[in-house]
């Protein structure tokens, strides 16, 4: 599995354990909501900023969202 | 200080501790020098798949390598 889809499988298992819809995680990440299907779906090939406003937007930091199984 | 300039300082520092010219990192990263050099001077913004690889040529996990001061 590639890094992109790791990390869609993090953020959506981060996302629900919050309890939030991709459009309320949006909202909080600052974010589109399509853009949040997107790198939910392994799609998306975030950038760190990008990937600064996802950790922000999920209260956790950015070693922690990307503490992807090796 | 923005994330792309932290992840720049934080890049050198590493790939000094370990002293290796650019070029040696570059090779090691899978990347080309002049983009190792801009990543260092804060002036690219990185995508999770050039973040893996340039944990992998530091031989660290990305997790590690977004570790940055927040």
Redesign the interface.
């Known amino acids: 599995m ?3 889809h790791k ?1 869609g499988r993090r953020v959506q298992q981060l996302r629900q354990a919050k309890g939030w819809s991709q459009d309320e995680f949006a909202h909080r990440a600052n974010l589109h909501r399509t853009y949040v299907s997107g790198v939910e779906r392994g799609i998306r ?5 990008v ?2 406003k996802l950790a922000r937007g999920l209260e956790i ?4 969202l ?3 199984e ?1």
Chains 1, 2 share one sequence.
């Open positions: 590639d890094v992109c990390l090939n975030p950038t760190i900023t990937l600064e930091t950015m070693s922690e990307v503490a992807l090796e």
